[in-house]
């Protein structure tokens, strides 16, 4: 609507001005005015895409944020039971690790270090490594 109105008031002004040749120049502002209406047009189309974009955005991201309700072993588990649940399996979890002797890994919370592939020292990996690749690395393990 205002780049039509714009049109016609520059339209008017170059009609009105003498000592010129008008066609040259109203052909211009036509076409200007094709252009900034073409554009304002689109720029409605998208702020509409955008519209829909951020709300459909939104609903997505509300969606995941829902906490799930759903366990795995089916059905919905009350806080109680839950609870009750949690209590049992720690429970378990403590037997077996007194009844496991000192051997076993399942009580042992500690990870080994990680170590290089070439050299089996901690503190690098085999792409920082400083051995040569000929080099036959004696372990003392």
Avoid: F, W
Wanted: glycine residues 8%; proline residues 3%; aromatic residues 0%.
């Amino acid at each position: 609507m205002e780049a039509t109105s714009q049109t016609l008031y520059l339209q008017s002004r170059i009609l009105s001005h003498q000592n010129s040749s008008p066609t040259h120049l109203l052909e211009s502002a036509d076409r200007l005015g094709k252009v900034a209406s073409k554009a304002l047009c689109e720029n409605a189309l998208l702020r509409a895409q955008i519209a829909t974009l951020e709300e459909t955005n939104k609903l997505l991201i509300k969606r995941k944020r829902v906490p799930k309700k759903q366990l795995q072993s089916g059905g919905i588990l009350s806080v109680a039971d839950g609870q009750l649940l949690v209590q049992s399996e720690g429970s378990t979890n403590r037997n077996q690790a007194e009844g496991s002797g000192s051997g076993s890994r399942a009580g042992s919370s500690q990870r080994r270090e990680p170590r290089c592939s070439k050299c089996n020292n901690t503190g690098h990996n085999s792409r920082v490594c400083t051995l040569e690749s000929g080099a036959i690395p004696l372990l003392l393990n």
